[in-house]
Structure formats: structure tokens, C-alpha cells
């Protein structure tokens, strides 16, 4: 009888109890919290970049917003190859790759400005996010790895609530580096050579952000390269990743999945317009570098909503929390699209507040008891973020014949998809066994 290696007295490989218990490494908290914040402040300057690109190239709502369509198609082509990297290079050594691609589609700002062409910008933001998708498919399981898993719902909020620390922070930066200049000249007074000039010089403020996030980049895979060998193999490196998909027979994991799409759709779309919404004169009627220094509130609700969320969770129920969240979202959504001046403006911010723990306890209610397939798990879940580049722009294309307001009826319907699941999944999976 062949006896594996790796097999204790007990019967159990040391790589399942690292699975079932996980891993006691505080030093690689701070790595993986380091990555929330980065990869989320990047993918929320994509709200400031929608009306700098909308402006220069006088774009229709649902053109702009194909911004959001070409970073987040990138999550449905690389969540599944992303998973691969995991499961033969391992995760720290994934995330030093993810970080280097981020690194790539930052440089492919300079031709894109200098090309002067909508659709290079494009690439350059589909590169970007194929990096950040492996980051993303890397430490959504991971820090469920480091620690009890009894507490993943709380500890995931937590490192949840880093990203959001890194999107109240970017737009509000990223809105007086890119914004400053919106609105100084009328673009469809311009045509040929002159228009050509305009939007090279204008664009490269962009270059210089995106620049400065390259060098930031490189530094933060040195350290992560540096910490490869940490952790060894602890995932299911084993047969076709193409076999991730038939989680999706399991009821929990394929409607927390599809609950992610939503999810990720109806927050992307609010966000890419809350700019253009309080510039509406009927709003709040800001310039647009004033709407663009609110998006923080939007996205610092959620930082601040996940920091609570950490306790909360631990003594409520991820599934009714979830539910009562999403509750808010559409009441708040409702307040806003029948309501004038601050109020309707506020009640849109607020709906970050309700956001805030929405991500991550799906994907840990979804990605219960999973064990040793978490990575092809968050592969697939990785893949639903492709509502990002779905939803926003049906949103705005609603937007472009009917009003904001009435778009933002999408969103709400999202959510209540969300409330559902919420209930559904209010009481603890059972333990799944190993497929």
C-alpha cells in the first residue's frame, strides 16, 4: 500500500490541517491588507477617470461607462487563469505576478495618451485589471487562510475595510489631480489637430497618476516576492481547474456567486456616476471637481460600515446582516431617486454605508466549507465580477433615455436579489466535502 508523504499519524496531510485551521502569520495580515488597500483605491479611480474621459471625448453616459466594462471584463477572461497561478505557483508568488501586470497597465497610459484615442485608454485599464484580478483572486482566500476559520466572515470584513480605506482615499486625491482642469475648455469647440493637442496635454494628468502608481507597484511585489515560500502549497493542485465550475451546482456557492455580479454591478454603476449625479442642477448642482472630492464619502461609508461590520459579525448572523444592508440600499436608493437638493445627494453617498460588508460576506457565505478548493472558489467568484462591466453600463444607457434618478431603479433591483440570498443563507452551511 502506497502511504503519502505527507500524511500524519492521524491520517490528516499537514497541507488540509493548514486548510482547516489555518495560519497563524500576523506579518502576512499586513501583506494582504497592504493588497486590499492598493487594488481598491486603483479600481476607484476609475469613478474620477468616467467624467475626465466623458469630457474630453464628449461621450454619451453609456460610452463613458464602457470604462467600467473594459476593467471589469478583465475578472471574467483571468479569474479562472488567475486560479491556475494560485494553484502551481502558490499564493504570495500569484500576487507578486498580479502586482506586476497592475504595473504593466499603468505604464500603457503613456501611449494611450499619447495616441489620444478612447479605445488604447481601454486596454490600458483591461491590462491593469487583469493584474488586479489575480491580486483579487490571491486575498479573498488567503485571509480567510490566516486565522480561525470560525471568525473568516469578520476577518475578510476587516481586510475588506483596507480596500476601502484605498477608495475613500484615491478619488478624493485623484479628483484634484485629474479633475482640476474638467469643464475649463468646451471640447466641441475643438476639432482637428487642435482637439488632437487637447486631449494629449489633458491626459497627461492622468499619465502622471498612473506613473506614480507603477513605481508603487514594483515595491510592494518586491515585498510580497520576498515572503514567496512562506506558506508552501496549500492549495488543491491537483487535476483540470476547469473543474472549479461545478461549485456551481452547489445552490449556496452558485447564488452567492450570481449575488456578487449584482453586487459588484449595482456598486460600480452608483459610484461611476455619483459625480455626474450631484452636478445635476436638481442635486446638489457642484462643479465637478467639488463632485468628484464627495466620491470619498460614497466609498469612506463603506470603510467605516466595514470596520463595524468586523464586530457585528461575530455576534449576528452574516445572512440576516447581509439582508437588513441591502434593506437600506434599496430604501436609500428610493430616497434619492424622489427626493431634491442634499437629501438626494446624501441618501446616494449613503448607500455606501450599506455596501460596506455586502462583498465580503457573500463571498464567505458562498465559499463555506470549500477547504482546500477555496482558490478555484474565489476563481469563479472572481469571474461574477464581470457585473462590473455589465450593469453600469445598462445603467447608463437607461440614464441616456430617461433620467439618472430612474436609472438608479437598476441598482435598487440588484439589491433586492441580495436580500434574498441573505435570507436564504442566514443559518451555517453544513460542512462540504472535498470534490
Not at 82 to 101: C, E, F, M, N, P
Not at 109 to 126: I, K, Y
Request: with cysteine.
Amino acid at each position: 500500500m502506497h502511504v503519502d508523504p505527507t500524511t500524519t499519524a492521524t491520517g490528516t496531510s499537514p497541507v488540509d490541517e493548514t486548510a482547516t485551521k489555518g495560519v497563524n502569520a500576523p506579518d502576512l495580515q499586513v501583506f494582504v491588507f497592504a493588497l486590499f488597500f492598493t487594488f481598491g483605491g486603483i479600481t476607484s479611480l476609475n469613478d474620477v477617470i468616467i467624467p475626465k474621459l466623458k469630457d474630453l471625448f464628449t461621450l454619451s453616459y453609456a460610452q463613458a461607462l464602457l470604462v467600467q466594462s473594459a476593467f471589469f471584463a478583465a475578472y471574467f477572461i483571468f479569474s479562472i487563469p488567475a486560479a491556475a497561478i494560485v494553484r502551481k505557483a502558490g499564493y504570495l508568488r500569484a500576487a507578486s505576478i498580479g502586482l506586476l501586470t497592475m504595473t504593466a497597465g499603468c505604464l500603457l497610459f503613456v501611449p494611450a495618451s499619447q495616441s489620444g484615442t478612447f479605445v488604447v485608454f481601454l486596454l490600458a485599464l483591461f491590462v491593469l485589471a487583469a493584474g488586479i484580478t489575480t491580486v483579487q483572486v490571491v486575498s479573498n482566500p488567503l485571509i480567510s487562510l490566516l486565522g480561525n476559520p470560525r471568525t473568516a466572515h469578520s476577518r475578510l470584513t476587516f481586510a475588506q475595510a483596507f480596500n476601502s480605506f484605498g477608495t475613500t482615499i484615491f478619488p478624493y486625491v485623484g479628483s484634484i489631480l485629474i479633475l482640476g482642469s474638467l469643464a475649463t475648455v468646451d471640447v466641441s469647440t475643438l476639432t482637428g489637430a487642435a482637439l488632437d493637442a487637447y486631449r494629449t496635454a489633458e491626459t497627461q494628468v492622468v499619465v502622471r497618476t498612473y506613473l506614480g502608481l507603477a513605481v508603487a507597484l514594483v515595491i510592494v511585489a518586491a515585498v510580497v516576492w520576498t515572503r514567496r515560500n512562506r506558506l508552501g502549497n496549500v492549495v488543491d493542485d491537483t487535476g483540470s481547474v476547469l473543474k472549479a465550475f461545478g461549485l456551481l451546482e452547489r445552490p449556496r456557492f452558485g447564488l452567492g456567486a450570481m449575488c456578487i455580479f449584482l453586487y459588484v454591478g449595482a456598486e460600480v454603476a452608483i459610484g461611476s456616476l455619483i459625480v455626474n449625479y450631484l452636478m445635476q442642477a436638481e442635486v446638489m448642482g457642484l462643479g465637478a471637481e467639488s463632485a468628484g472630492k464627495h466620491v470619498p464619502f460614497y466609498w469612506g461609508g463603506a470603510m467605516v460600515g466595514r470596520f463595524i461590520g468586523a464586530y457585528l459579525l461575530r455576534i449576528v448572523s452574516p445572512g440576516k446582516v447581509l439582508a437588513a444592508v441591502a434593506t437600506g440600499s434599496i430604501t436609500l436608493i428610493l430616497i434619492s431617486a424622489n427626493t431634491t437638493g442634499a437629501v438626494s445627494g446624501w441618501a446616494l453617498l449613503a448607500i455606501g454605508l450599506m455596501n460596506s460588508i455586502m462583498f465580503p460576506t457573500i463571498f464567505s457565505l458562498a465559499s463555506e466549507g470549500l477547504g482546500r478548493r477555496a482558490a478555484e472558489g474565489s476563481g469563479i467568484i472572481a469571474m461574477a465580477i464581470v457585473g462590473g462591466a455589465i450593469i453600469p453600463p445598462l445603467t447608463g444607457l437607461i440614464a441616456d433615455h430617461s433620467t439618472l434618478q430612474f436609472a438608479m431603479l437598476l441598482p435598487a433591483l440588484c439589491y433586492a436579489i441580495i436580500l434574498a440570498y441573505g435570507i436564504y443563507a442566514r443559518r451555517p452551511a453544513p460542512e462540504l466535502a472535498a470534490a
